[in-house]
């Protein structure tokens, strides 16, 4: 099991972010990835690989303000 | 020239009236903190001239864009100003409203190659783009080059939604996010509760100059 956004989710050790990502449909671009309270930066999305018990957490943007 | 009087009064004697009602001990380290602000809209125009009128010494404006018509519903900005690059229309607002804050207003598109210049020497740094891509793109370059620098940004103030589920949230020890989290900017945005995200910002930025982290 990991854990993203406090939520546990099964079957992601072994993958990518960006399988996570691909697999929640989540709006890439508009996000940043916290890896166990580090920020992953985005050209690292294809090549960090997820472990047991890791903590993502995704913190998400939406537009409006400019 | 720099003059030595406003509205008939010595320069000391109108920056000490103006600051009067500051909360106390505030001032002097307000007007030593520098705000680098990223979006000249309708947070970032409203987030500069609340800090403006309390006092900090230095804003930095950053945007690329010119005053629109359709700007005027949220975004502080007059109908003589329209057509005018929007860092040049906010630095004039701002020195009418206080001619004691330093402002640069800077005409340039933020991209993950110039941020580490364009924001060298901030003591917060205020997101206020309105492109959420933008948005994930300034955060995740500003952890690499300063990651020590407090970051105030905002998701999620759109429509005419309860005021009350605009809230400040932080993130990450140096990372606050202010809004609702869900509403975009595509079924409308207006002045009200444009202001109470950017009042959430200009606050949190506030908060940190003080040295008070907590939300």
Same mark, same amino acid.
């Given at each position: 099991?990991?854990?993203?956004?406090?939520?546990?989710?099964?079957?992601?050790?072994?993958?990518?972010?960006?399988?996570?990502?691909?697999?929640?449909?989540?709006?890439?671009?508009?996000?940043?990835?916290?890896?166990?309270?580090?920020?992953?930066?985005?050209?690292?999305?294809?090549?960090?690989?997820?472990?047991?018990?890791?903590?993502?957490?995704?913190?998400?943007?939406?537009?409006?303000?400019? | 020239?720099?003059?030595?009087?406003?509205?008939?009064?010595?320069?000391?004697? +109108?920056? $000490?009236?103006?600051?009067?009602? #500051? =909360? &106390? @001990?505030?001032?002097?380290?307000?007007?030593?903190?520098?705000?680098?602000?990223?979006?000249?809209?309708?947070?970032?125009?409203?987030?500069?001239?609340?800090?403006?009128?309390?006092?900090?010494?230095?804003?930095?404006?950053?945007?690329?864009?010119?005053?629109?018509?359709?700007?005027?519903?949220?975004?502080?900005?007059?109908?003589?100003?329209?057509?005018?690059?929007?860092?040049?229309?906010?630095?004039?607002?701002?020195?009418?409203?206080?001619?004691?804050?330093?402002?640069?207003? +800077?005409? $340039?598109?933020?991209?993950?190659? #110039? =941020? &580490? @210049?364009?924001?060298?020497?901030?003591?917060?740094?205020?997101?206020?783009?309105?492109?959420?891509?933008?948005?994930?793109?300034?955060?995740?370059?500003?952890?690499?080059?300063?990651?020590?620098?407090?970051?105030?940004?905002?998701?999620?103030?759109?429509?005419?939604?309860?005021?009350?589920?605009?809230?400040?949230?932080?993130?990450?020890?140096?990372?606050?996010?202010?809004?609702?989290?869900?509403?975009?900017?595509?079924?409308?945005?207006?002045?009200?509760?444009?202001?109470?995200?950017?009042?959430?910002?200009?606050?949190?930025?506030?908060?940190?100059?003080?040295?008070?982290?907590?939300?």
């Amino acid at each position: 099991m990991i854990s993203v956004n406090g939520e546990s989710v099964a079957n992601q050790a072994g993958q990518t972010i960006l399988a996570l990502l691909t697999q929640r449909h989540a709006p890439i671009d508009n996000l940043v990835v916290e890896l166990n309270g580090q920020i992953i930066h985005r050209p690292a999305f294809a090549t960090t690989t997820l472990h047991t018990d890791d903590r993502v957490e995704l913190i998400s943007f939406v537009g409006g303000g400019r | 020239m720099t003059p030595t009087h406003l509205q008939g009064l010595a320069l000391d004697t +109108v920056y $000490a009236n103006m600051k009067d009602r #500051n =909360v &106390a @001990d505030s001032t002097t380290a307000l007007a030593a903190a520098h705000v680098i602000i990223a979006g000249a809209g309708g947070l970032g125009s409203n987030v500069a001239i609340a800090l403006a009128r309390i006092g900090v010494g230095e804003l930095t404006l950053i945007d690329f864009d010119s005053v629109e018509l359709s700007n005027l519903n949220r975004q502080q900005y007059k109908l003589s100003q329209v057509g005018m690059p929007k860092v040049t229309a906010l630095k004039q607002n701002l020195q009418e409203f206080n001619p004691f804050v330093t402002v640069h207003a +800077v005409i $340039a598109k933020i991209t993950p190659a #110039n =941020v &580490a @210049d364009l924001f060298a020497g901030a003591t917060v740094i205020c997101e206020a783009f309105d492109d959420p891509a933008a948005k994930a793109m300034l955060l995740d370059t500003l952890s690499g080059v300063y990651p020590q620098v407090p970051l105030v940004m905002a998701t999620g103030m759109a429509g005419v939604h309860s005021a009350n589920t605009i809230v400040t949230k932080r993130v990450r020890e140096h990372l606050y996010i202010a809004g609702d989290g869900t509403s975009t900017g595509a079924e409308g945005l207006m002045a009200p509760r444009v202001m109470i995200a950017a009042g959430h910002e200009a606050n949190m930025v506030t908060r940190l100059i003080l040295g008070q982290s907590t939300i």
